[in-house]
Nanobody, 121 residues
Framework: QVQLVESGGDLVQSGGSLRLSCAAS????????VGWFRQAPGKEREEVSC????????SYTDSVKGRFTVSRDNSKNAVFLQMNNLKPDDTAVYYC??????????????WGQGTQVSVSA
């Protein structure tokens, strides 16, 4: 059974840091591209970042470049999103997502339940 579980969300002050985890079970996550998405209240879900399976290259949306970093830990079958210098606009539910045919384009089929990140001014 394919399962993704996010964790690490919290309430932090502006300028603070958080590290989100996306742990997979039922399949080897290192074989898959993994996207991080977020959805703020009243807004559409947006892709924040994606790590490509082919070469582990990472893309970021402009608003988080230089502040967010994605990495893998294959021993833990997990992907991480390190978020530094957080801003109130980063407040959202964060999701990781993947599927065998996802290459950082379009919407993957498998999603975690999400983890809440709240940044106070």
């Amino acid at each position: 059974q394919v399962q993704l579980v996010e964790s690490g969300g919290d309430l932090v002050q502006s300028g603070g840091s958080l590290r989100l985890s996306c742990a997979a079970s039922g399949f080897p996550l290192d074989h898959y591209s993994v996207g991080w998405f977020r959805q703020a209240p009243g807004k559409e879900r947006e892709e924040v970042s994606c790590i490509l399976s082919r070469d582990d290259s990472v893309s970021y949306t402009d608003s988080v470049k230089g502040r967010f970093t994605v990495s893998r830990d294959n021993s833990k079958n997990a992907v991480f999103l390190q978020m530094n210098n957080l801003k109130p606009d980063d407040t959202a539910v964060y999701y990781c997502a993947t599927d065998p045919y996802y290459y950082c384009s379009g919407r993957p089929r498998y999603w975690g339940q999400g983890t809440q990140v709240s940044v106070s001014a």
